[in-house]
Structures are given as C-alpha cells and as structure tokens.
C-alpha cells in the first residue's frame, strides 16, 4: 500500500488556526492527474498542493482545488515552503536568505525564506508572473452575482480580469461596508459566467484594511465543488497588487494585503510591486505558515 507523508499548514498567519489552510503531499511523484484531483476533493481545502520531484528546481508541486489544477497560487506556495522545512527536506537558512525556484504547472517561480525571527516562523515570500490585464467586464453584469448593484463599485473604477499567474476577476468596492454584503444569490450564475469570461474565481476589494497594518481587505468567492469563499488568497492578491498599481490607486509599491478576518481566519500578506504601473515586471508576496497537522495518506 502506498505511504505518502502529508501535512496541514495555516498560511498567511502565525497563528495555528488563522489564515489560510492547505494540505500539502510530499514524495508525490507517482500520483496520477486524476487521484490527485480526487485526494484534493477528499482533503476539501481550497487547494492541496503535491510536491514531486524536479529536473529544472530544487522541487516541484502542483496545486488542486476540490474541481480542478490551477497554474500557481499563493497560499499553497507558502504552505508547501512551510511544509518542506517543518520536514527537514529543506534545509533552514542560516545568517542570511534561502534563494531556491519551485516548478509550477507553467515553469519554475523564484521562492526567498529568510531567516526566522525569535519564536516566528520563516517569512516566505514568492515571485509571481509578470501582470496580465485581461478583458474589461460589464458592471451591470458581474455586480449581480454578488448581490450588488454597478453603484456599489468604487467611483471610477473599472471591472477587470488580471493575472499574476492565474486569471482572476478583480472588483473594487467603494467599502468595506460594501463588501460586507456580498454574497452569492446564484453561485451556478457565478460559475457560467466565469467559464464563459475564461477567468479562475473571483476577489472583491476595498482601500481600507481591517486593521490599521491594512492598505487593502478583501473577500475571495468561488464555486461548486470548490469552497465558497477563500479566507486568505495570494495570487489573487498578486492580481489585486498589479490592479491597484496600473490603475494609480496605490501611494507606494509596498504595502500589507488583509483577508480572513470576517472568517475568524485573519491573515496577512505582505506585497511588493515591481517595476513602473505601465511597465510592471513582477509582483512579490510573502507571509508566514504554521503546521497544524502531520500524517500519513494510505491508498
């Protein structure tokens, strides 16, 4: 019967049972396509990433939801760092940051673990595709399915598909009061128009933190058979980064992402913008992980 060590990480937090958590499956290489898209259902995370073994970087992994493999994410990259280290098949770095690359579905991403702070775990942070602006969307068509109305987006501001490396559809709200109330009156009505608009789930956003550290919060919706809402997201927060920076609504290209609040899972991510609005090259986020669970997955 084949063993396959696993572990649960909380990521974007330093608290067990905060942000956002991810299984994670080491020694992987063997799982087919179709029983790693089965054991993402059976974790029923929002995404389970499978580590394997790589010819072009130091790993590889690829990253699940209950319904399908998305191309790369965030908080499964901090998880699986996390993972790779609580192990010992990383090893910790000493006086200085560990540089490493991690192969994802499209090619490898650049990975940075500094060194751990007294009683903190290892800030993490990831390197994400350069930006993408994909298509502009009708207000008075997406602001619906949230059970919103167009009046409800952030004057002058427009709805649009972005992506660090995984399409995302990006929604800015005039307030965090505003985005309080969305929800998902037909979460099918969601579903076709994200397969017919060719974009991975939805992140809705506000210029106020939930805390004052906050620049921006955020809720994160999906579909069926995925959860329906994501309490910590970090490559929609890559294409949230790279939104607010193109569009002038940023004062400088640094700044702290908070989500999970609302959930009783309050997480943070660290961002960085790199290059001019109109000529980005990347976007960097980092946070911090905490495993709570270590087992074996028997089939």
Do not use: K
């Amino acid at each position: 019967m084949p063993v396959y060590p696993f572990l649960l990480v909380d990521a974007f937090t330093d608290t067990a049972l905060g942000g956002n958590p991810c299984a994670v499956v080491l020694d992987a290489d063997d799982l087919t396509d179709d029983q790693m898209q089965r054991l993402a259902r059976e974790f029923n995370q929002s995404e389970t990433a499978f580590v394997r073994r790589s010819a072009v970087a130091e790993f590889g992994v690829r990253y699940f939801t209950p319904g399908e493999e998305i191309p790369l994410a965030g908080h499964p990259t901090i998880a699986t760092l996390t993972a790779l280290l609580h192990t010992g098949r990383l090893a910790r770095p000493g006086s200085g940051p560990l540089d490493l690359h991690l192969e994802l579905l499209h090619g490898p991403v650049a990975i940075r673990v500094s060194p751990a702070e007294a009683g903190q775990p290892h800030l993490i942070r990831m390197t994400q595709r350069r930006p993408e602006f994909g298509p502009l969307h009708a207000p008075a068509d997406v602001l619906p399915l949230f059970g919103l109305t167009p009046a409800d987006l952030r004057p002058g501001s427009v709805v649009q598909t972005v992506s660090t490396g995984t399409p995302q559809l990006m929604v800015l709200l005039r307030d965090a009061d505003t985005l309080r109330r969305a929800h998902l009156p037909d979460p099918a009505a969601l579903d076709a128009y994200r397969r017919a608009s060719g974009f991975f789930s939805s992140h809705l956003f506000c210029l106020a933190g939930a805390t004052p550290a906050g620049t921006t919060f955020a809720r994160h919706f999906c579909t069926p058979p995925d959860l329906p809402e994501d309490p910590v997201t970090g490559s929609a927060t890559g294409g949230m980064a790279a939104y607010l920076w193109h569009y002038g609504l940023l004062p400088q290209p640094e700044f702290v992402a908070e989500q999970g609040h609302w959930m009783g899972r309050p997480g943070t991510v660290r961002v960085r913008v790199q290059g001019p609005p109109g000529a980005m090259e990347a976007v960097h986020i980092g946070g911090q992980g905490v495993v709570v669970v270590q087992g074996e997955l028997r089939l």
